[in-house]
């Protein structure tokens, strides 16, 4: 596959499922982040669209996918409170995106090159557990917690473990049934044998499992009414009745309120907020990627900063890189940013003529796409290989999925940083982090030699020397005097050798240890 670094057709054929996918699991956490949120349903809806839009066509990201982001929606809440309407608040998104335009113009994406390899594993890990754990309500057919909220303590007075044993109370069998024909079809979906049919290539299982969702539960109306579903077990698209009703849903901001110094906290706290949770998402799509692009931060942060601010303008939540639709989007096979693109404008579609067809989804089947993509981020086969790689890598992994399991990804992203710097630093207290590149040597080959002792702190400095070397040079790097590499500089090592190959760089490794990366991905 060539490194696509712009917006292709070629891989059509990979990125038209993969959106449709992506559509669907964006599409009801479109609604329940809004509804979360305290704001109107369809400014969710607005924001996925840009996200999938304009952000991922200004984003240098081939796989990542933009949307209104659960992590945001208590500062929401609370700021369209404080600030007393949604009009007020809407122009704190616009100020943030334009703080996170600037953000990006001062180059502080670098920050994404320190975030340690065990820390954003852990964070995957938890957001699948996470939503393994979120979904079985719905699943079951308890749906008093809309189906995006991700935090511990909910809206509805549970937290996440009380939701789980008090749900069993109000067992619904028709969701059941719905979720456990769909979780059957989506794991039979993933069989090597069906995949030598085309069929099971080109249709996605999770269009399927929509479409079986609705199917059964028509037939529940016509011959088993008490385990039909309706009301809040499904879907609750907005429905324009004209197209008056469709542009009135729209919100502009309220710019007559530039002198309240409140509005510019609540736009300082989101922008900074929104950049830590797209830079840790990028990271860790980058990881999931198979191709193992690397996304440019600096750029990243300009488009989403772009697309804050049309979305405020215009009535949306603020937005981030998502991780459970990144990571939905590289698990259905999508290739290139067409995919993104793809979803945004089914969710376009969705609110323009469909929502009256889409409001007869069952949340319980959309459930079971949720939970297999939850699955997929925390198989087993992930903390088997992590644990194999040593406590100094496994601590912190663990560490970040408790923290991120009882209160938020910020939070655990933050308590898992200060073990594995504890970690780092206690190892290494006495030694020089440096790192050494050498001019071009007699035989025009560039050389690169990694000093005695070299962390994850100087990942960002190598990744930065990595991606600026020319196309068709010849480069070696030379790890003969090192006594110690961290594991993530020798992920970013080996994983250059896919991005060598794909510019015809000629690179040759001596003394570098191999990577025994982790395969729960």
Not at 235 to 243: E, G
Request: proline fraction near 4%; aromatic fraction near 10%; include cysteine.
């Amino acid at each position: 596959m060539d490194n696509t670094k712009g917006f292709t057709f070629k891989y059509f054929k990979n990125d038209l499922p993969a959106g449709l996918v992506v559509f669907l699991v964006a599409l009801p956490l479109c609604l329940g982040i809004a509804l979360a949120s305290g704001a109107p349903l369809f400014s969710g809806i607005i924001s996925g669209i840009i996200g999938g839009t304009v952000v991922a066509f200004a984003s240098g990201s081939q796989l990542s996918v933009s949307g209104p982001a659960a992590g945001l929606t208590v500062i929401v809440l609370n700021a369209i409170t404080q600030l007393g309407g949604y009009e007020v608040f809407l122009l704190a998104v616009v100020l943030a995106g334009l703080i996170q335009i600037a953000l990006g113009y001062l180059r502080a994406g670098i920050i994404a090159h320190y975030f340690p390899s065990s820390v954003i594993k852990g964070m995957l890990a938890a957001i699948g557990i996470i939503l393994i754990l979120k979904q079985i309500p719905h699943a079951i057919g308890y749906d008093k917690d809309n189906i995006g909220d991700f935090a511990f303590m909910q809206s509805d007075g549970q937290n996440t473990f009380s939701e789980i044993f008090n749900s069993i109370n109000y067992l619904h069998p028709g969701a059941i049934i719905i979720a456990l024909v769909s979780l059957f079809i989506l794991i039979m979906w993933e069989r090597p044998f069906l995949k030598k049919f085309s069929f099971f290539k080109i249709v996605p299982g999770a269009l399927l499992v929509v479409i079986l969702g609705v199917l059964l539960n028509e037939l529940f109306k016509l011959f088993i009414p008490g385990f039909a579903l309706s009301g809040d077990k499904l879907v609750q698209l907005p429905v324009a009745q004209s197209a008056s009703g469709f542009v009135n849903q729209f919100t502009l901001p309220d710019f007559t309120a530039f002198g309240n110094y409140q509005v510019y906290v609540v736009a300082f706290t989101i922008a900074i907020i929104a950049s830590l949770e797209t830079l840790l998402s990028i990271e860790a799509t980058d990881k999931l990627d198979p191709y193992k692009r690397n996304t440019p931060t600096n750029r990243e942060l300009k488009a989403q900063g772009i697309g804050n601010l049309l979305s405020g303008l215009i009535g949306g939540l603020p937005l981030t890189a998502v991780i459970v639709r990144s990571s939905a989007n590289v698990n259905a096979g999508g290739k290139t940013k067409l995919a993104a693109i793809i979803h945004g404008i089914f969710l376009l579609i969705s609110v323009i003529g469909l929502a009256s067809v889409l409001n007869k989804i069952p949340l319980s089947c959309l459930a079971a796409v949720l939970l297999m993509v939850g699955y997929k981020l925390a198989k087993v086969s992930l903390f088997k290989s992590m644990f194999k790689l040593g406590w100094e890598q496994f601590v912190p992994f663990i560490v970040t999925i408790l923290a991120i399991q009882f209160s938020d990804l910020l939070k655990g992203i933050g308590i898992g940083m200060v073990v594995s710097i504890f970690i780092i630093l206690r190892n290494n207290y006495k030694l020089a982090y440096f790192f050494h590149s050498d001019e071009k040597s007699s035989d025009d080959k560039i050389i690169i030699r990694l000093a005695e002792d070299v962390s994850f702190l100087n990942k960002g400095s190598i990744a930065l020397t990595l991606r600026e070397l020319p196309e068709n040079s010849s480069v070696i790097i030379d790890g003969t005097n090192s006594h110690f590499i961290d594991i993530d500089v020798l992920e970013l090592i080996h994983d250059f050798k896919n991005t060598a190959k794909l510019e015809n760089i000629k690179l040759e490794l001596i003394n570098i240890p191999a990577f025994q990366g982790v395969s729960g991905h």
